[in-house]
């Protein structure tokens, strides 16, 4: 149990052009999804926390115009990255919890590979 | 500011001997603390969850937890070439879903 879908796996396109990745808990609802973005050799840098029907709450320094996230279900919060240059290239990873009981642990998608040309 | 942290390694282990890893973090409110594993391009996977001092055991895989000293370890017996990966320590630091992760352990088995 506790399958997170991540679509796609892998973009690659030129700058400026805008990106949306998936994020879907296939075998739970999810109020709470979380956005991380990971550079090489880094560690996973949480970017924003989705809640399902009201506005994403970014962490310090990730500009919300930017990364647009929504939450339109439970089952499926989506992240674009508009505009986007070279340097928003990096693996972006999705999470979520059941959360029907508190501490779950939080199960991670494959991850969408971005690279911008 | 509320931390995770871990030694980066990388720590080299031969085949079959114990591998120990270990994770302090900052912050005393935390309730709930995670090991993920995670290979070279892939994204975590869920190793172990441990809430309550002491340790807890899951078939090689034991994770430690001493709130009074605040630190969270994970052990790993008869360590196998496929456990080689990185290993990152998290903590629900915030008391609620978000959580904060050390930079990770790099672990090499050596056969």
């Known amino acids: 149990g506790a399958v997170v879908s991540q679509h796609p796996s892998w973009v690659i396109c030129k700058s400026g052009t805008s990106v949306k990745i998936e994020c879907r808990s296939l075998?739970?609802?999810?109020?709470?999804m979380f956005w991380y973005r990971q550079f090489p050799k880094q560690s996973l840098m949480l970017m924003a926390t989705?809640?399902?029907?009201?506005?994403?709450?970014?962490e310090q320094g990730v500009e919300k115009d930017k990364f647009l996230i929504n939450h339109a279900s439970l089952t499926l919060s989506t992240l674009t990255v508009t505009s986007a240059h070279p340097e928003d290239s990096s693996f972006y990873i999705c999470?979520?919890?059941?959360?029907?009981?508190?501490?779950?642990?939080?199960?991670f998608g494959d991850g969408t590979r971005l690279s911008i040309l | 500011q509320k931390e995770v942290e871990q030694n980066s390694g990388p720590l080299s282990v031969p085949e079959g001997a114990i591998a120990s890893l270990n994770c302090t973090y900052s912050?005393?409110?935390?309730?709930?603390f995670f090991w993920y594993r995670q290979y070279s391009g892939k994204s975590p996977e869920l190793i172990m969850s441990?809430?309550?001092?002491g340790d807890k055991e899951d078939g090689r895989f034991t994770a430690q937890l001493n709130k009074a000293s605040q630190y969270v370890s994970l052990l790993i017996r008869d360590s196998q070439p496929s456990d080689s990966a990185t290993y990152l320590c998290?903590?629900?630091?915030?008391?609620?879903?978000?959580?904060?992760f050390g930079t990770g352990t790099r672990l090499t088995i050596i056969p």
């Open positions: 999470s979520a919890s059941p959360g029907t009981v508190p501490n779950q642990p939080q199960h």
């Open positions: 075998d739970f609802q999810a109020t709470t």
């Open positions: 989705s809640n399902e029907g009201s506005k994403a709450t970014y």
């Open positions: 912050d005393r409110g935390s309730q709930s």
């Open positions: 441990i809430y309550s001092n």
């Open positions: 998290a903590a629900d630091t915030f008391g609620n879903e978000k959580l904060t």
